[in-house]
């Protein structure tokens, strides 16, 4: 443990020295201020890197990771990230990035009591229980798997064009979309989930709020 620990330390002092060989003015730039185009909604899993998956360097995305990249109307961590994100930092993009193999979503799919993340998974089963029919028509576990993954995440884009957050910035008329990813652990490929969402018209009516 304390070897891991300094070499930790010691990483970060050759990532310094080596970016400061790159640009002398390197740091000194980057603490002026951020300015990321995009929100990264993503999994707390540790293989998942959302700067290096895309190519970005520090500064170019803004980031909130929890258990299976959900997005949960009463999370206020996730709401107040969200919020600075968009008013304040103006963000263009925000993606909802899950993965394949995410031991949020497989816990879901099981009764198997994993200790006070039941609540949280809870959120990931309720997604399950409205795309039943279509999951449980599936026999392969592999694919269902695979599947519940890129519905959940589907589902987490809709969720946040519900928010008032986001549904405020495109009613002023800020340039915002929203996108869902998944990711393959055993390939390093994103895949385009093909839920790109710009405006409340995507939405049920029921969930279109006027301001």
Known sequence: MIDFYK?????????????????PNYFEDLARQQKPPLLWIGCSDS???????????????????????MV?????????VLDYA??????KHVIVCGHYGCGGVQAAMNNQSIGIIDNWIRHIKDIYRLHQARLDAIEDET???????EVN????????AKTSIVQ????SGQDLTLHGWAYGLNSGFVTDLDVNISSDVDLDEVYQLKF
Do not use: C, Y
């Not at 694919?143 to 993954?149: A, G, H, L, Y």
């Open 7 to 23: 070499k930790i330390l010691d990483n970060n002092k050759k990532w310094v020295e080596a970016s400061l060989a790159e640009d």
């Open 47 to 69: 293989r998942v890197p959302a700067n290096e998956i895309v190519g970005a360097k520090p500064g170019d995305v803004f980031v909130h990771r929890n258990i299976a990249n």
């Open 72 to 80: 949960i109307h009463s999370d206020m961590n996730m709401l107040s």
């Open 86 to 91: 968009v008013n304040v930092l103006k963000v």
């Open 143 to 149: 694919e269902r798997f695979n599947t519940f993954v």
């Open 153 to 160: 995440v589907k589902e987490q884009v809709f969720d946040l």
């Open 168 to 171: 405020s910035a495109w009613k």
